[in-house]
């Protein structure tokens, strides 16, 4: 049995960082003092991900607000728009304006890769991205151009992003995909998706390629997933039941969201290693590897605390231990699931914890800054 850990996307913010962000907002601190705590926490991320023993690094992302801002910030075509919410949660992301014809700007994508992870090896990194559905969705389309004509430019120009990428040595992208499962395309618009998807696989040189449903029943949607041509199609099992689940056609892998970060509960190792044992017997054929993650959201994290210690396996109440304590957690289920004969299912476990949206400060947190500053009301 293979077990494989990555994170699959952007990391939560230190306090520090978030701290010394808002103070170079308001001429508090300088841009060389911010860049230099920028990479000190990549660089602090990218260790934590090598102690944790995970294939794929990222270093964070801590760069990225949101997932669409790489794109909406550096394409010609695009600009950045009002303070969105994503889908039902309280998580927020500036939403993409699209003003004409969109185009890549080569390079530009690569520039937003954090620079630690530019200096690593290469072939382990993971590229997040949105995928060409979900991205047209969240845009808000002043173009000229309809719906399904944007899926599939949107597909191209991703795969002429993800050629470009592989030239530099990249070889494994995840394409967040909701959407997909959330408002499931029919008709012309899904026939735009498997389009879009296929001229990203025209472009993709033979790298691992996946696409990453959450927010969404995906069994419901097996029908269009199945048909995608990606290696790996991610399901989140907070919104799936495992015993609706299909196997994907051969030549996938079938990656499952089995620990929901929308919960600040404590997770049990044991439980999910059940869940995973199960979906193997009725859903995996012995031809079918499985990737396992958690669903690619965390919408109830905010900054991690620096400060305070980390339980293993017992997460509190900050997304420090939230996060590493579940990291941890997870370690702990990857010696369980090495140990556990699941038939001859090949499983990759694939831990990800995503940061969709910008942070937006609670009322605790105001408060609790302004009586840091001296300041009420």
């Known amino acids: 049995m293979t077990v494989r850990t990555a994170l699959s996307g952007p990391f939560p913010r230190s306090e520090a960082l978030v701290a010394a962000t808002r103070d170079l907002d308001r001429?508090?601190?300088?841009?060389?003092?911010?860049?230099?705590?920028?990479?000190?926490?990549?660089?602090?991320?990218?260790?934590?991900?090598?102690?944790?023993?995970?294939?794929?690094?990222?270093?964070?992302?801590?760069?990225?607000?949101?997932?669409?801002?790489?794109?909406?910030?550096?394409?010609?075509?695009?600009?950045?728009?009002?303070?969105?919410?994503?889908?039902?949660?309280?998580?927020?992301?500036?939403?993409?304006?699209?003003?004409?014809?969109?185009?890549?700007?080569?390079?530009?994508?690569?520039?937003?890769?954090?620079?630690?992870?530019?200096?690593?090896?290469?072939?382990?990194?993971?590229?997040?991205?949105?995928?060409?559905?979900?991205?047209?969705?969240?845009?808000?389309?002043?173009?000229?151009?309809?719906?399904?004509?944007?899926?599939?430019?949107?597909?191209?120009?991703?795969?002429?992003?993800?050629?470009?990428?592989?030239?530099?040595?990249?070889?494994?992208?995840?394409?967040?995909?909701?959407s997909l499962v959330v408002t499931p395309p029919t008709g012309p618009r899904a026939e735009a998706v498997l389009a879009a998807y296929r001229a990203i696989e025209a472009r993709s040189s033979g790298s691992t390629t996946i696409v990453w449903t959450y927010f969404g029943d995906a069994a419901s949607e097996h029908a269009l997933l199945d048909r995608l041509p990606v290696s790996v199609i991610g399901v989140d099992l907070a919104e799936t039941e495992y015993e609706r689940l299909r196997p994907w056609t051969a030549s996938k892998e079938l990656g499952l969201g089995v620990i929901d970060p929308r919960t600040t509960l404590p997770e049990d190792p044991a439980v999910y290693l059940h869940r995973v044992g199960r979906t193997g017997r009725c859903g995996c054929g012995d031809r079918q590897g499985c990737r396992r993650s958690e669903p690619a959201c965390d919408r109830h994290l905010g900054p991690h605390r620096d400060r305070e210690p980390v339980v293993p396996g017992h997460p509190d109440r900050h997304a420090r231990g939230q996060v590493l304590g579940a990291r941890r957690e997870r370690c702990t289920l990857a010696r369980a699931l090495q140990r556990e004969t699941l038939g001859r299912l090949d499983l990759h476990l694939h831990v990800a914890v995503e940061r969709h949206g910008e942070h937006v400060e609670t009322g605790a947190e105001v408060r609790r800054r302004r009586r840091r500053a001296g300041t009420h009301g």
Request: aromatic share 10%; hydrophobic share 40%.
């Open 27 to 178: 001429g508090r601190t300088t841009v060389e003092a911010v860049e230099a705590l920028y990479t000190r926490t990549e660089n602090e991320v990218l260790a934590l991900e090598h102690r944790l023993g995970v294939d794929a690094s990222t270093a964070g992302y801590l760069r990225w607000q949101d997932i669409y801002r790489p794109i909406s910030e550096s394409w010609s075509g695009f600009s950045v728009g009002p303070v969105t919410r994503m889908f039902e949660t309280n998580t927020f992301f500036r939403q993409p304006i699209l003003l004409g014809p969109p185009e890549r700007v080569p390079g530009a994508i690569a520039a937003w890769i954090p620079l630690p992870l530019r200096m690593a090896e290469k072939p382990r990194a993971k590229i997040v991205l949105p995928g060409p559905y979900t991205l047209a969705q969240a845009v808000d389309n002043r173009s000229g151009d309809t719906t399904e004509g944007l899926i599939h430019r949107l597909g191209r120009l991703l795969g002429d992003e993800l050629h470009e990428l592989h030239g530099r040595g990249y070889s494994i992208f995840q394409f967040q995909e909701p």
